[in-house]
């Protein structure tokens, strides 16, 4: 039977479509979410947490900073996991010891997150043992698998821009040397923009930034619609060992009435990072 027009460009559309998805399915996409969460811990209610579950579940991994180190931080990111589990995937996470700082102020956990589903941790996560002493809240490493392709993902908040977080960023370029193994995936509250100098040595050994000028924090006030204030959080990757595919930050703030209601979740944005 000989085709027509219409049915011949039916076909190759067909042969197209099949063609994309098995494109699609030869990816391993890996997606990372990174979350300053304000003073998580048991300030937040059963609703809140039911939020920022309902926000970060679709992403393989959860890099959370700012669990509060007493007063029901651990307990609050087994909330989370509950809630998360509550709706049809399956999580587990891991928390670290209290950082090393030397202000008891300063003292916080981070948390890692994932989907078994689709990744599996490898090993022990740990918080950095050789700049403990110059970085106020050491980061938090965790390595990752998926299809057999491993990562690591360091989860980072420095001290605020008032204490000269520079001061603890410059240590960032001895890691990849430190683990030349280790496929490092930077994240957090940098409490500084990339477009600062500290973040040039970093650079010069092969590391981009996820995102340029793109703001991630809350003002006091919105201005003209204008919510936003800081560009402070963000990924590192290593382009030659990862090919970024999309990033970007969630408005969850568009969610309530009021800048003030959305503060109570947090003052960040949550920011994500696609990659293969």
């Known amino acids: 039977m000989k085709l027509t027009f219409k049915q011949s460009s039916f076909k190759l559309s067909i042969i197209f479509f099949v063609f994309f998805l098995s494109l699609q399915s030869a990816i391993c996409s890996i997606s990372i979410c990174s979350w300053n969460v304000k003073d998580f811990g048991s300030s937040k209610s059963d609703l809140e947490i039911d939020f920022i579950a309902s926000t970060v579940q679709t992403y393989d991994i959860i890099a959370i900073q700012e669990v509060v180190a007493k007063s029901g931080g ?22 670290s010891n209290p950082t090393s700082s030397s202000n008891a102020y300063m003292i916080e956990r981070y948390a890692f997150i994932w989907n078994k589903k689709t990744v ?15 970085i106020d809240r050491e980061p938090f490493f965790a390595t990752f698998r998926k ?10 908040h420095a001290i605020p821009k008032s204490k000269d977080p520079e001061t603890e960023i410059k240590y960032f ?97 949550p920011i994500f990072l696609v990659f293969e």
């Open 74 to 95: 651990a307990q609050a990111v087994a909330r989370l996991i509950d809630f998360l589990n509550r709706k049809g995937q399956s999580w587990d996470y891991t928390i």
């Open 120 to 134: 599996t941790k490898v090993g022990d996560a740990w918080l950095d043992k050789f700049y403990a002493v110059d």
């Open 147 to 156: 299809e057999g392709k491993e990562f690591t993902v360091v989860n980072f």
């Open 173 to 269: 370029k001895s890691y990849p040397s430190l683990y030349p193994s280790l496929n490092l995936v930077f994240c957090g509250d940098f409490n500084c923009p990339q477009s600062n100098t500290v973040f040039t040595p970093l650079k010069k050994i092969g590391f981009k930034s996820a995102f340029i000028g793109l703001k991630t924090t809350l003002r006091m006030k919105c201005i003209d619609n204008d919510c936003l204030a800081s560009e402070f959080d963000n990924f590192y990757y290593d382009p030659k060992k990862t090919l970024l595919l999309k990033s970007g930050v969630v408005l969850f703030y568009q969610n309530f009435s009021t800048l003030e209601d959305a503060k109570q979740i947090s003052d960040h944005l």
